[in-house]
């Protein structure tokens, strides 16, 4: 599918500046200029990747991952009734919800690959993706970041002046979404539509053995990795306290900050007419980053873990994040600056007026919305672009950061892990998918009107 959105933009731009507009000359100016942007952007984005991936290195090792995972555990058992709560598939599918939400992307796929591929030997229709499956997909298309790092690193980039404002407003709105494509996913395999157990070719799928009670008691290993996790990295004396006083102390924090009259000051002029959730959202905003930075090393720590070495350790995958990344960048960005310079992405909003209109939704948004689905090289392409043209305090930015930190390429996501399993009939995994593609930019402008006015 990327494949051919790159060359569709290509062509596309080359055709309209060379046909329609006459100039072909900006085309060509307009993928130099977006090559050397792509790699100022990598340059900028090496720092925050390096400084994240340190700290995710202290969580893993820490065994943070397993610890949210017994917490969402429950959770998961409601939303996956069909699965055993001692089957190997439902241990995969915990870890890989609690690595989406501390933002392991690296972590977060092989799981959920090593979930789909556990969730298949319970399928009793082989090619037919089961309730679970759409279920694992819809969790997946829609997951719960709490730091979009990235978008953050970019805001940043241009001298933003608050580019954890997003952080809150992200939370929100990937939160509706969320709800959205779950609520979708359960209501829709109650329908006929969804049930039919057909293949492409209209050949009933054969109906396998699920397997046997006992072939599933191997099961548990979520339990058992925060119990091997306990033995090897005994807690320090009073960690409980520590922990407990940490707490404490951000949340006395949080409270002052989005209400400064609880010690006696006056709130800035701008918050004086905020609403008491926009305070509070942007108090979590500020106070995301400085939490996290102290609670992850804080906790490793406790568990005996010599933390500098294991951050330097993380922070060394940064670089290297940055430069297999950077073709993509480069490619994304030229394709996408070609287009934009030849008239492509005015001509779509042009196109779509009437619709955007009618919905309230802001037309310099449409290209990035429709796009995210595919690919999320090319969409971080286009919020680079609003970045440089609107500022990156505009809210303008600050709605298509956060609808990109809040959504997940649909499609890709879709393709990889059926693929792996050799799923041919999806049944409503992608409408729930794309119900949080649109729910979630909506929800966005929504939200960010609301708080950045």
């Not at 033995?231 to 924090?253: D, E, S």
């Not at 994040?321 to 779509?348: D, E, H, K, S, T």
Request: net charge neutral; glycine share 10%.
């Amino acid at each position: 599918m990327l494949n051919y959105i790159w060359l569709a933009l290509i062509g596309l731009a080359v055709l309209i500046g060379g046909l329609l507009r006459g100039n072909i000359g900006e085309v060509g100016q307009g993928a130099i200029d977006a090559a050397n942007l792509a790699v100022t952007i990598a340059i900028g984005l090496i720092g925050i990747m390096t400084l994240w991936l340190g700290l995710m290195r202290l969580a893993e090792k820490a065994g943070l991952v397993n610890r949210l995972g017994l917490l969402l555990k429950p959770i998961m058992v409601w939303l996956f009734p069909e699965v055993p709560p001692n089957h190997p598939a439902m241990g995969a599918i915990v870890l890989n919800v609690a690595a989406n939400i501390l933002g392991l992307n690296n972590a977060a796929t092989p799981l959920g690959l090593r979930a789909m591929n556990e969730l298949e030997q319970l399928n009793p229709r082989p090619g037919v993706a089961t309730n679970a499956m759409c279920m694992l997909l819809a969790i997946n298309t829609s997951s719960i970041t709490l730091i979009p790092v990235t978008v953050i690193g970019l805001l940043a980039l241009y001298h933003g002046k608050n580019p954890t404002a997003i952080i809150g407003t992200s939370i929100a709105a990937t939160a509706i979404a969320h709800i959205a494509a779950i609520g979708t996913c359960k209501l829709l395999e109650r329908t006929g539509w969804s049930r039919r157990p057909l293949l492409a070719d209209g050949v009933a799928a054969p109906i396998k053995a699920t397997p046997a009670p006992d072939a599933v008691a191997t099961g548990g290993e979520i339990e058992e990795k925060a119990e091997l996790t306990d033995a090897a990295l005994p807690w320090v004396p009073h960690a409980g306290r520590i922990l407990a006083a940490v707490a404490g102390l951000f949340l006395a924090m949080l409270l002052v900050t989005a209400f400064p009259e609880i010690i006696g000051q006056a709130p800035s002029p701008v918050e004086v007419g905020y609403l008491y959730p926009h305070r509070f959202i942007d108090a979590l905003s500020l106070l995301a980053i400085p939490c996290l930075i102290v609670f992850f090393p804080l906790y490793a720590a406790l568990r005996r873990i010599p933390v500098y070495d294991e951050f330097v350790e993380g922070g060394k995958e940064g670089f290297q994040v940055v430069l297999r990344i950077l073709p993509y960048i480069v490619g994304m960005l030229v394709a996408v600056g070609m287009f934009r310079a030849a008239g492509g992405l005015n001509l779509i909003t042009w196109f779509l007026k009437p619709v955007t209109s009618f919905l309230r939704f802001p037309p310099e948004l449409v290209p990035i919305a429709l796009i995210r689905p595919f690919s999320g090289t090319a969409s971080l392409a286009l919020l680079t672009e609003l970045v440089k043209n609107n500022g990156p305090d505009s809210l303008i930015t600050l709605t298509a950061a956060t609808f990109y930190g809040c959504s997940e390429t649909t499609f890709y996501v879709i393709a990889v892990y059926f693929g792996s399993v050799g799923i041919r009939q999806t049944r409503h995994a992608i409408p729930s998918g794309l119900v949080a593609d649109i729910i979630g930019p909506i929800a966005s402008v929504i939200i960010c009107r609301a708080v950045f006015g």
